[in-house]
């Protein structure tokens, strides 16, 4: 269950480190504006914004590697950590979006789905 959960982390991982793509590097361009509904003009008002959004995607996704790394090595305890703390602030981001944003509902559970998934995998499978 350990290496399920730690799969599904790393997937969660991934899912962020597009969206940080998205958001950071090519928030103008036209693969970002489908994927967030955004004109040329709001892509241009909103660019700070998502460049800044865009690295708290990021940090996430680098505590979940680093965790998984660490994990591997050994330290049980700090890389579990990491771990829950990224997956588990991804499931909470997730959650907002889906309570502030019924349209949103399909990327909220695209955002939290995997990770909540790889928290209960990887709680159980350190558990037994």
Do not use: C
């Not at 995607?57 to 680098?62: E, G």
């Amino acid at each position: 269950m350990v290496v399920a959960g730690l799969v599904l982390v790393g997937v969660a991982a991934a899912v962020h480190l597009y969206i940080f793509v998205l958001e950071s590097l090519v928030w103008t361009g036209e693969k970002a504006r489908a994927t967030f509904g955004t004109t040329p003009e709001q892509a241009r008002e909103t660019r700070s914004m998502a460049f800044n959004q865009g690295f708290y995607n990021l940090f996430l996704a680098v505590e979940i590697v680093v965790g998984i790394v660490v994990l591997a090595t050994g330290s049980t305890a700090v890389g579990a950590t990491l771990v829950f703390v990224g997956a588990g602030s991804m499931v909470a981001a997730g959650l907002v979006l889906l309570t502030s944003d019924r349209t949103k509902t399909r990327p909220a559970l695209t955002q939290l789905t995997p990770p909540l998934l790889g928290i209960a995998l990887l709680a159980a499978g350190l558990a037994s």
